[in-house]
């Protein structure tokens, strides 16, 4: 799976009938998990970009509530803290 560079290009797009700032990402799937997930959001009359956004929300979500994951974040944060005061010297 590929989810493109952060240099990839900022642009408007109507998403859940509003206008919002969105990234262009690019996805790299398996062909199978590819077909599986067209047809789940044809069935759900969904169109493939919005159900690869709820499941985004919906693993976002599910980190928010797990302290493992929390303690790992906070870890992170004190690492990057560490090496920009170091930076800032």
Do not use: C, N, W
């Not at 919906?58 to 560490?82: S, V």
């Amino acid at each position: 799976m590929h989810l493109g560079s952060y240099a990839d290009e900022m642009a408007d797009e109507r998403i859940e009938s509003r206008t919002v700032k969105a990234k262009a990402m690019t996805l790299r799937l398996p062909v199978d998990q590819a077909a599986e997930l067209e047809a789940v959001a044809r069935a759900d009359g969904k169109a493939v970009s919005e159900s690869v956004r709820e499941a985004i929300d919906a693993l976002i979500a599910e980190r928010r509530k797990d302290k493992e994951f929390q303690a790992r974040l906070r870890e992170m944060i004190e690492e990057d803290r560490a090496i920009l005061d170091r930076l800032a010297r």
